[in-house]
């Protein structure tokens, strides 16, 4: 009989374990479907109202899901992993003692003496073994031990667990498409909720040039619903600090279902959203093509034959040449261009476009265009142009552009060539300055100075008898130089044949420069006049001259000492002692 009541204890204590296990259970499993309804909750709000409106990635919505499932293994094993342990008699045995006081340890003693009494026999009697025995077993008798565990506890979150998994399970069943769609994100996909509002058409990635004015439209589907207006969303795409700044759209009178809104003139990409209704569209870009910057320039002169000059360089697109000076330009830009032009005005150089004498001179003015174009020679990148033009006068140019991606035409600041005209050149007979007598023999001795700013050419003797015709010749060869004196002497009876007295000499020193236009750059000396006379009479007139520079001389001598006579005094009357060696020279 002992035999058959211990089986029955233990197979109690089974059971009792059994009930534990299943009071666990439902706990934990009641638990952690709340705990799954409030992280669906939880994580729908968060992608709805937060990731999906902003346009996030799907990456986020696996991120949500990660966190979810983090938590949710933190709460199985807290409200249901630590209980789901294998039986353990004894330990079965406490919680019936924890819930039975009255058993005093009789249950845990019996079930840890039950095995083999036979090990305690030193220590033990078998007689009070057996007594503690029978007194567990008699105690043990009217006890249940199934109620360690109380299921009246578990009504009230059963109850609530079962109700939100059904509200939860109908409210995802009638929302299938956002279940679908959180379910989607969750998993990593880019899916989009349903709204009432569906943006059909957008205008999307945008490239624009430097300046423009870009309209942004946004078209909703009909069958929707559709505001009154739009809200435009923009910002700087390249900045830190931007913020997004909201502008409306306005609704389209001719289509319904059309929202616009045009920018002012923009400068620096840009990032647009819209957001129309309950819908809000991903974000795109506004390329801004800036003008093509210039990097290099390269210039080459090529002067006159005339000047004798090497050809020179220059790296500034404002330059200051000397006329009928060949400019060849080496430009580089930083954006690749189908074409280059040279803009010039419309009236400058050779090629202007004369007005049609079929047309009155005025109506063909107002409608000629300001400005013409010149090609330039582009090399196969399309980033560096040459172009070669001749320069007689001043010029005022610029660059356009078309950009070879999209086509668009800029317009470059204006610059300019100045020119420096080869002026004429400058000669200064130095002797004989004044007009005079001579007689028929008469050397005239003549020194001169010639000057110019390139190189002069010849110098030529001009001269005339009586007023008739002037006869020219050529005395001296500058062979370039541009600050040249010479001398030459001019015999009169040599080129003048026949002179009589009372003939009239006019004469002068004329030069030339190097300039292909000859003519009109020569430049004169003022003429000098020659009287010829008889012998006596110009030793006479000699005389004359001679006895008028003497006098010159002595008054000039006078006026000297009158001067040194006035500075010794001043010296006395201020104690100076006068200095000597100036009175010697006086002496």
């Known amino acids: ?238 900045s830190s600090k931007a913020v997004w700044r909201e502008v409306p759209m306005k609704r389209s009178d001719d289509l319904g279902n059309e929202f616009s809104f045009k920018l002012k003139p923009v400068d620096r990409d840009t990032q647009f959203y819209v957001k129309i209704g309950d819908d809000r569209s991903e974000e795109y870009t506004i390329e801004v093509i800036t003008s093509p910057r210039i990097e290099r320039v390269d210039i080459a002169l090529h002067y006159p034959e005339y000047m004798n000059r090497d050809a020179g ?105 100045k020119v420096t005209s080869d002026g004429l050149p400058d000669v200064d007979l130095i002797e004989p300055r004044e007009a005079g007598y001579a007689t028929v023999g008469k050397v005239v001795k003549m020194e001169a100075k010639g000057t110019d700013d390139i190189g002069l050419d010849k110098a030529w003797l001009v001269y005339s008898l009586n007023g008739a015709d002037e006869s020219k010749v050529e005395i001296f060869d500058f062979e370039g130089d541009t600050n040249k004196t010479f001398d030459y002497s001019w015999k009169l009876a040599d080129t003048l044949k026949g002179l009589e007295p009372d003939d009239r000499i006019s004469f002068a020193i004329e030069v030339a420069d190097r300039h292909p236009e000859r003519e009109s750059h020569l430049r004169r000396t003022a003429e000098r006049q020659l009287t010829i006379v008889t012998p006596e009479r110009y030793l006479e007139w000699y005389r004359t001259e001679y006895g008028s520079q003497i006098e010159e001389l002595k008054r000039s001598r006078n006026q000297e000492l009158a001067a040194q006579k006035a500075v010794n005094q001043l010296q006395t009357e201020e104690d100076i002692e006068p200095v000597q060696e100036n009175e010697e020279e006086n002496e």
Request: glycine residues 8%; charged residues 25%.
């Open 313 to 417: 360089t220059y790296d500034d697109l404002n330059l200051e040449v000397p006329e009928d000076t060949t400019v060849k330009w080496t430009v580089s830009c930083d954006t690749p261009v189908s074409s280059w032009e040279v803009l010039v005005p419309s009236g400058w150089g050779k090629e202007a476009p004369e007005n049609d004498p079929g047309e009155p001179g005025t109506e063909a003015k107002e409608d000629a265009p300001k400005f013409r174009s010149i090609l330039a020679d582009l090399d196969e990148a399309g980033t560096t142009a040459t172009f070669e033009i001749p320069i007689e006068t001043a010029l005022k140019y610029s660059f356009r552009w078309t950009e070879k991606e999209n086509g668009f035409q800029y317009e470059d600041v204006q610059y300019g060539v």
């Open 1 to 238: 009989m002992a035999e058959g009541q211990d089986r029955g204890i233990e197979q109690r204590l089974k059971q009792a374990y059994r009930e534990e296990r299943r009071w666990y259970n439902i706990r934990g499993a009641s638990r952690l479907i709340l705990w799954l309804i409030a992280l669906l909750a939880v994580a729908f709000l968060i992608d709805w109202g937060l990731f999906a409106k902003t346009q996030m990635s799907g990456i986020t919505g696996l991120a949500l899901l990660l966190v979810n499932v983090g938590i949710l293994i933190w709460v199985y094993h807290r409200e249901w992993g630590q209980y789901r342990q294998s039986y353990d008699p004894l330990t079965t045995a406490l919680e019936v003692e924890k819930r039975h006081p009255e058993l005093s340890s009789l249950l845990v003693s019996y079930m840890q003496l039950k095995d083999d009494p036979k090990l305690h026999e030193g220590n033990v009697s078998q007689d009070l073994i057996k007594a503690m025995r029978d007194q567990a077993i008699e105690f043990a008798r009217p006890i249940d031990f199934k109620d360690i565990v109380d299921f009246g506890q578990l009504r009230k979150i059963g109850a609530v667990a079962v109700v939100l998994f059904v509200i939860f399970s109908i409210a995802g069943i009638f929302n299938r498409e956002h279940t679908g769609v959180l379910f989607q994100r969750l998993l990593g996909r880019d899916a989009e909720y349903p709204t009432n509002t569906v943006i059909t058409r957008i205008s999307e990635n945008l490239t624009i040039r430097v300046g423009g004015e870009p309209v942004i439209t946004a078209t909703v589907a009909a069958d929707g619903k559709i505001p009154e207006s739009g809200r435009l969303f923009i910002r700087e795409k390249n």
